[in-house]
């Protein structure tokens, strides 16, 4: 028998929730064949086999919570899904047992005692996950007496084994996990995603450690209008990607970043990172949550590079399909509210960033042109930074802010290649 464990994710990855069991106990399973898809707090990830052979076991339920390095499954190596173990794969002349064995995250060698072990913790109100049920059972352990500290009420294998250290069952007293449920037909109780906790968790976060403060400015787009429409078909038939504004504010911010480099920085500890590289993220909302996708070295890229990578990165986000490689180290992030059609806004930091630029609806105002002797119908947008106020001083937000403005607002300064 081999067993199936969670790999390493990425450093500041611990743990995952089990989304979806894309192989059945007595399946068969190839080396290299995707065999569960995990939800993490960033993206979701497929979990391998490193074996020939048959899905024996699975160890964790769908909506379970497992750390790097948990095994979560058994794989009976060198069986097929005709010849393998009966036990996974019951004959059609058992009927009852093959309806519990096809049952999601039920291990197949021992159908009947889970489901009841499974019901046993319902009726007592507690969440807990196969492996913390299993050493519960094996140490005579009560788990309506085991705290926990997860958002949900699980009992996992660590709350387990912290309570075996810490007293015996038969002296606790019983404490609730879980919380009344909600009867009444008007409320629709929704289990929040491990991405949805991850994104309330980490924002939560930023406003209890940065000093994080906004300025605002305001934008005449005009000569970048003039310019998309000017040059918007040359620009697709000579690069296949259309010509959009997020190109025009990534080399705005980045240009502003080179003379403002603390907003390219970070804090660790009590020592400042300034960052000499340019890896911008951008914001990109999906269906599942906020996510934050790296155009790197953005510097170094001209207008079609950045309007090809932002494209295929939020293409990979509505499908689902970015990589922890696609989020990590930016510098600096930008979000665009403005296509939800948002007027103003105060954007959260995306920490350890120092700074984001939030864009905003773009709409036609007049505003006094020519030395304040006329006034014209200008689209403009409002556009904001928040930065850490502990790395940043208002004078240096400030400054960004209208260097942005200038550079918008004369974009010929970017050498635009087309």
Same mark, same amino acid.
């Given at each position: 028998?081999?067993?199936?464990?969670?790999?390493?994710? $990425?450093?500041?990855?611990?743990?995952?929730?089990? %989304?979806?069991?894309?192989?059945?106990?007595?399946?068969?399973?190839?080396?290299?064949?995707?065999?569960?898809?995990?939800?993490?707090?960033?993206?979701?990830?497929?979990?391998?086999?490193?074996? =020939?052979?048959?899905?024996?076991? /699975?160890? %964790?339920?769908?909506?379970?919570?497992?750390?790097?390095?948990?095994?979560?499954?058994?794989?009976?190596?060198?069986?097929?899904?005709?010849?393998?173990?009966?036990?996974?794969?019951?004959?059609?002349?058992?009927?009852?047992?093959?309806?519990?064995?096809? $049952?999601?995250?039920?291990?197949?060698?021992?159908?009947?005692?889970?489901?009841?072990?499974?019901?046993?913790? $319902?009726?007592?109100?507690?969440?807990? /996950?196969?492996? &913390?049920?299993?050493?519960?059972?094996?140490?005579?352990?009560?788990?309506?007496?085991?705290?926990?500290?997860?958002?949900?009420?699980?009992?996992?294998?660590?709350?387990?084994?912290?309570?075996? /250290?810490? !007293?015996?069952? &038969?002296? /606790?007293?019983?404490?609730?996990?879980? $919380?009344?449920?909600?009867?009444?037909? +008007?409320?629709?109780?929704?289990?929040?995603?491990?991405?949805?906790?991850?994104?309330?968790?980490?924002?939560?976060?930023?406003?209890?450690? %940065?000093?994080?403060?906004?300025?605002?400015?305001?934008?005449?787009?005009?000569?970048?209008?003039?310019?998309?429409?000017?040059?918007?078909?040359?620009?697709?038939?000579?690069?296949?990607?259309?010509?959009?504004?997020?190109?025009?504010?990534?080399?705005?911010?980045?240009?502003?970043?080179?003379?403002?480099?603390?907003?390219?920085?970070?804090?660790?500890?009590?020592?400042?990172?300034?960052?000499?590289?340019?890896?911008?993220?951008?914001?990109?909302?999906?269906?599942?949550?906020?996510?934050?996708?790296?155009? +790197?070295?953005?510097?170094? !890229?001209?207008?079609?590079?950045?309007?090809?990578?932002? &494209?295929?990165?939020?293409?990979?986000? +509505?499908?689902?399909?970015?990589?922890?490689?696609?989020?990590? =180290?930016?510098?600096?992030?930008?979000?665009?509210?403005?296509?939800?059609?948002?007027?103003?806004?105060?954007?959260?930091?995306?920490?350890?960033?120092?700074?984001?630029?939030?864009?905003?609806?773009?709409?036609?105002?007049?505003?006094?042109?020519?030395?304040?002797?006329?006034?014209?119908?200008?689209?403009?947008?409002?556009?904001?930074?928040?930065?850490?106020?502990?790395?940043?001083?208002?004078?240096?937000?400030?400054?960004?802010?209208?260097?942005?403005?200038?550079?918008?607002?004369?974009?010929?300064?970017?050498?635009?290649?087309?």
């Amino acid at each position: 028998m081999a067993e199936v464990k969670v790999p390493e994710l $990425a450093e500041s990855i611990t743990e995952g929730t089990v %989304a979806n069991w894309l192989k059945q106990p007595g399946d068969a399973v190839s080396k290299g064949e995707a065999i569960v898809e995990l939800e993490t707090d960033k993206v979701n990830v497929d979990i391998i086999s490193d074996y =020939d052979g048959v899905l024996k076991e /699975t160890l %964790a339920e769908e909506g379970d919570t497992v750390n790097v390095g948990d095994t979560i499954a058994i794989v009976e190596e060198g069986a097929t899904a005709s010849s393998g173990s009966g036990e996974s794969a019951p004959a059609a002349s058992e009927p009852a047992k093959e309806e519990v064995a096809a $049952a999601p995250a039920q291990p197949a060698a021992s159908v009947t005692q889970p489901a009841v072990e499974s019901k046993t913790a $319902a009726n007592n109100g507690v969440i807990a /996950t196969p492996a &913390a049920r299993k050493l519960a059972r094996e140490k005579g352990i009560d788990l309506s007496q085991v705290s926990t500290v997860d958002p949900l009420g699980r009992v996992n294998k660590k709350d387990v084994m912290t309570f075996t /250290t810490q !007293k015996p069952a &038969a002296t /606790t007293t019983p404490t609730p996990v879980t $919380a009344a449920p909600v009867e009444d037909d +008007r409320v629709e109780v929704i289990k929040m995603s491990r991405r949805r906790q991850a994104i309330a968790k980490n924002l939560k976060n930023v406003q209890n450690t %940065a000093a994080m403060l906004t300025t605002f400015n305001e934008v005449d787009l005009t000569e970048v209008m003039n310019i998309r429409k000017k040059r918007k078909e040359s620009f697709l038939e000579k690069h296949d990607v259309k010509l959009g504004f997020m190109s025009f504010f990534t080399k705005a911010v980045v240009a502003a970043l080179k003379e403002i480099p603390h907003l390219n920085s970070e804090i660790r500890g009590d020592e400042l990172i300034v960052k000499k590289y340019y890896n911008i993220g951008i914001a990109v909302s999906t269906d599942s949550g906020l996510v934050v996708p790296v155009v +790197r070295d953005a510097d170094r !890229k001209n207008f079609a590079e950045i309007e090809r990578d932002i &494209a295929d990165m939020a293409k990979k986000a +509505r499908e689902n399909k970015l990589s922890l490689a696609d989020m990590q =180290d930016s510098t600096f992030t930008i979000t665009n509210g403005g296509t939800f059609g948002s007027l103003m806004s105060t954007p959260i930091l995306n920490g350890p960033q120092a700074g984001i630029l939030g864009m905003h609806s773009i709409k036609y105002r007049p505003v006094a042109v020519e030395n304040n002797t006329k006034i014209e119908i200008r689209p403009m947008m409002y556009i904001a930074l928040s930065y850490d106020h502990r790395i940043v001083d208002g004078k240096e937000a400030v400054t960004f802010l209208v260097r942005v403005k200038e550079l918008l607002e004369d974009p010929e300064q970017f050498l635009l290649e087309v």
